[in-house]
């Protein structure tokens, strides 16, 4: 099994419609992430999470909101989808002194 | 705010050819540094990365780093390249007071290296 796993895979839903995207990780890491990635723009963060009470925001986070259900467990919603959230979304763990575990990606299409 | 360039939006290579992927960052002090590959589909995958210490980090799959401070820049090097190169790269800093990046990475917008047979 991977370490960082993401559901769905792959995503299409309609404009203002609610959607969650999961991830669950077996590293046993504290910290957790939720990146956006548009063509030629990189990697964007959109919320961390330290541990179940501490939710920060990063520099895209309007839109978006996370929960994290359990160490192992940070999901993303999007509450009424739009087009332009249409992205590839990753999530990723860390811990000091190592770089950080990427999931697969969940590529998701607003319509 | 730190900031991270990639000057090379593509770069193509004939296999077997050396590399080098450049990497230079704004920041007040030396930030940690990362690289990583995306292969097609796939989630970035650590090649490397420098905290301290010796300028030249090794990699996964051949590949090595030299951080100069001087330059600020961290380019990204293999001596031959295979087929199985072509990938998109990534620069990434993180902030040393924050353990490395943990209030997040702030990663280049990538070079896309095409393998010419």
């Known amino acids: 099994d991977a370490d960082v796993t993401q559901t769905p895979r792959n995503r299409i839903t309609k404009t203002g419609k609610r959607i969650m995207l999961e991830c669950s990780q077996t590293?046993?890491?504290?910290?957790m992430y939720w990146y956006r990635q548009d063509p030629g723009l990189g990697l964007q963060l959109i919320y961390y999470?330290?541990?179940?009470?501490?939710?920060n925001k990063g520099e895209i986070s309007d839109g978006y909101s996370v929960s994290r259900q359990a160490q192992a467990k940070f999901s993303l919603s999007l509450e009424s989808a739009i087009p332009n959230q249409t992205a590839l979304y990753f999530c990723?763990?860390?811990?000091?002194?190592?770089?950080?575990?990427f999931g697969s990606g969940t590529r998701l299409t607003v319509v | 705010a730190q900031s991270v360039t990639q000057p090379d939006i593509h770069i193509t290579v004939s296999e077997g050819a050396s590399l080098e992927l450049r990497c230079n960052y704004s920041?007040?002090?030396?930030?940690?540094l990362f690289w990583y590959v995306q292969s097609p589909g796939q989630g970035l995958q650590l090649l490397l990365k420098?905290?301290?210490?010796?300028?030249l980090v090794q990699g996964i799959k051949g590949f090595e780093a030299e951080f100069k401070r001087s330059q600020s820049s961290f380019n990204l090097r293999k001596p031959s390249v295979h087929w199985s190169d072509a990938a998109e790269y990534f620069c990434?800093?993180?902030?040393?007071?924050?353990?490395?990046?943990?209030?997040?990475?702030?990663f280049g917008k990538g070079t896309h290296l095409i393998i010419q047979p």
């Open positions: 990723a763990t860390s811990a000091t002194g190592y770089g950080y575990t």
């Open positions: 999470s330290f541990d179940v009470k501490d939710i």
């Open positions: 990434a800093v993180g902030d040393p007071s924050s353990g490395g990046g943990a209030d997040g990475l702030t």
């Open positions: 590293k046993g890491h504290d910290r």
């Open positions: 920041y007040g002090a030396t930030p940690y």
């Open positions: 420098y905290f301290s210490g010796d300028t």
